[in-house]
């Protein structure tokens, strides 16, 4: 058991760091342009230790697809991969600079070893700083569902350092129809931003929002679940850090610690008419002679 928790509290370390090199990286930028004559959107997050991700979509399907590389001697190198981590495509950007309003490069397809050129245009970044301010500039996410994809829409108030998430546009694939538009206030994590579940347990993928993060590894997002009647998503009531959902037992796990680990909750939850109901919760604590976790009373 111990071992186990041990395990869940290293994967949420894991997950805060990784949140914590975004808010740090260059810039999270937008730009249009074209692979060959097929027009795209492509999003790039590079961090200050050369590492870089992106996503792109060609305009006329708005399917994201996820790309990982490095920015290394001015080169910006993109990678594609399939479902069984193989690499697929390769896209290159020389004497890349990130100030640079125009992005040119080469798109390979490497089964094939087609080339395309990629000819783009910035159209924004996710700058910082206490004296900068902008509103609802739409970042692309990397997840969409079928028929469906997802813009964040973020700002910046003068006063804040970091750019803020207020809302999301969920939009029809092919036509970019705006099907629903919900106001938030959440913390930019970028590119990820939007997960995809069944969190319910209805057979019917509903989405959330990343919401924020601590320096410990606990997190917490927000839960939008589909209504198939009115064909809308609703703010559900679930709550709780670093929630998973489990579709085989139909259950959610909550993990909570603090104090550097010295402290820690476990609890598990069924969905009773889209309500989280709690089925059992254990708490833990450090005990100084032994050096060992165990169980104690939950406040």
């Not at 020389?94 to 125009?102: D, G, I, M, V």
Request: a positive charge.
């Amino acid at each position: 058991m111990i071992a186990k928790i041990k395990k869940i509290v290293s994967l949420k370390i894991i997950m805060v760091l990784l949140f914590l090199a975004s808010i740090n990286s260059f810039a999270q930028t937008t730009y249009a342009g074209f692979i060959d004559k097929y027009p795209i959107e492509f999003v790039t997050d590079i961090d200050s230790d050369g590492s870089g991700r992106g996503i792109y979509t060609y305009s006329n399907y708005d399917t994201p697809i996820e790309i990982s590389g490095t920015l290394k001697n001015k080169i910006l190198t993109f990678f594609e991969k399939d479902k069984a981590d193989n690499k697929t495509g390769k896209m290159v950007f020389e004497n890349f600079n990130s100030k640079s309003k125009k992005l040119e490069g080469t798109w390979t397809d490497l089964n094939t070893k087609k080339e395309l050129k990629i000819s783009l245009t910035k159209v924004f970044d996710i700058d910082y700083g206490d004296n900068i301010e902008w509103k609802n500039r739409e970042i692309l996410q990397a997840v969409s569902l079928k028929g469906k994809y997802f813009k964040l829409i973020v700002s910046k108030s003068k006063g804040d350092f970091y750019a803020k998430v207020t809302g999301v546009k969920i939009l029809e694939k092919k036509t970019d129809k705006v099907l629903q538009q919900i106001e938030l206030e959440c913390q930019l994590w970028g590119l990820n931003n939007i997960s995809t579940d069944d969190y319910n347990f209805d057979g019917i993928e509903d989405f959330s929002v990343f919401e924020g993060g601590t320096a410990g590894p606990n997190t917490t997002s927000l839960y939008f679940l589909y209504n198939p009647k009115t064909e809308k998503y609703f703010e559900s009531s679930f709550s709780g850090t670093s929630l998973e959902f489990d579709s085989k037992t139909k259950r959610i796990h909550e993990y909570n610690q603090c104090c550097a680990g010295a402290s820690q909750m476990n609890a598990e939850y069924k969905v009773v008419n889209n309500k989280m109901v709690l089925i059992k919760k254990s708490c833990l604590e450090l005990d100084i002679k032994s050096g060992e976790l165990k169980k104690v009373k939950c406040d």
